[in-house]
């Protein structure tokens, strides 16, 4: 088992480009989630979803778009990457109520 | 807005020595869930304690709860260099979406 993985690991943006990061999972769960993590702080929910094809708003999500096409992808997409987006992404899934976390994405926008 | 706030900031001990860091949280929950996060990693799900549970072991992982000062506290005993690292508790309110604290950081000297 993999768990959750994110791709890609790190990644340098200028400000007003697109990217959308990629979050799989294999165990099977319903839920699924984006926080991002700023320095200092605890996580922040961006989206999440509660099974496939479902998506709702979280803490911070503007700025951020998602998509839930297969109940083992979770994809966050910036459509226009401003400096405030940098940060690490992180993506976790769970079946109740413990969450299971990916490595976590890197984020520079320039 | 963040649920959890975590007390020291920052802990060092000596090997050997016990943590205590402690969480405190504003509104009702159904669960509260301690995580461990090592340097430039993904978070990692510790311990889970119920709101109508008031102390929880987990190997040298002790939890208390008490609903009525909306605070909860992680003891780790006889630490050791491996837990070195950032703890943050994560409040739900029963919809499976976590709060999160801004952390603990513990350090543990050789």
């Known amino acids: 088992n993999a768990g959750v993985t994110q791709t890609p690991k790190f990644r340098v943006l200028k400000t007003g480009q697109s990217m959308t990061l990629l979050c799989a999972q294999d165990m099977n769960h319903e839920y699924m989630y984006w926080y991002r993590q700023d320095p200092g702080m605890g996580l922040r929910l961006i989206h999440y979803?509660?099974?496939?094809?479902?998506?709702a708003k979280g803490e911070v999500p503007d700025g951020y778009n998602v998509s839930r096409l297969k109940k083992q992808n979770f994809l966050l997409g910036l459509e226009s990457a401003a400096p405030s987006q940098t940060s690490v992404y992180f993506c976790a899934s769970s079946k109740l109520e413990t969450q299971y976390f990916g490595p976590g994405t890197r984020l520079l926008v320039l | 807005s963040q649920q959890g706030e975590e007390d020291p900031q920052a802990l060092s001990i000596q090997e050997g020595e016990n943590a205590t860091m402690n969480c405190s949280y504003k509104?009702?929950?159904?669960?509260l869930q301690w995580y461990r996060q090592n340097s430039g990693r993904g978070l990692v799900h510790l311990i889970l304690i119920r709101s109508n549970e008031r102390e929880k072991h987990s190997g040298r992982l002790r939890v208390t709860l008490d609903t009525s000062k909306k605070s909860s506290s992680l003891l780790i005993t006889a630490s050791r260099a491996a837990d070195t690292a950032s703890y943050f508790c994560?409040?739900?309110?029963?919809?499976?979406?976590?709060?999160f604290g801004a952390g603990t950081t513990v350090t543990v000297r050789a």
């Open positions: 979803s509660v099974g496939e094809g479902t998506t």
């Open positions: 994560a409040t739900d309110e029963n919809d499976y979406k976590l709060s």
């Open positions: 509104t009702s929950i159904n669960n």
